[in-house]
């Protein structure tokens, strides 16, 4: 078992940043892909960004891409994300997520992670 706790969301205005952190216990991180989610109410979760173990590999959704950067310190079993020129539509409920089968193929996909944390608020203001 992986367990899997995100840290560092908040209120912040539109343009700001923050930086997300998602801390694994349990088991280590040793050959773990971890993708970052984002639920904003009525919506459904949609991907944000991967990375894979070696960090080398990493992925971004056509919104995020140029703002936001993922990043991990597997000695601290912790991955990185952080947000610039954040927008109001940015808003939303994030998760980190993660598994040791993913392909370049499938990070975008939530049935293919098989560990969640519970999630942090990111609310950004106009």
């Known amino acids: ?3 899997l706790v995100e840290s560092g ?3 912040q205005q539109a ?3 923050l930086r997300l952190s998602c801390a694994a216990s349990g088991r280590t991180f040793i050959g773990y892909a ?3 989610f984002r639920q904003a109410p009525g919506k459904e979760r949609e991907f944000v960004t991967a990375i894979f173990w070696t960090g080398t590999n990493t992925y ?3 919104s995020v891409k140029g703002r936001f950067t ?3 310190d597997n000695a ?3 991955v990185y994300l952080q947000m610039n020129s954040l927008k109001p539509e940015d808003t939303a409920v994030y998760y980190c997520a993660a598994s040791r ?3 370049s193929s499938t990070v975008y996909y939530p049935r293919e992670y098989d560990y969640w944390g519970q999630g942090t608020q990111v609310t950004v203001s106009s």
Do not use: F, H, M, P
Request: glycine residues 20%; hydrophobic residues 30%; aromatic residues 8%.
């Open 34 to 36: 971890v993708g970052w």
């Open 9 to 11: 969301g908040g209120l």
């Open 15 to 17: 343009g700001g940043s």
């Open 101 to 103: 089968s993913l392909r």
């Open 60 to 62: 971004y959704a056509d």
């Open 1 to 3: 078992q992986v367990q």
């Open 76 to 78: 601290k079993n912790t």
């Open 70 to 72: 993922i990043s991990r």
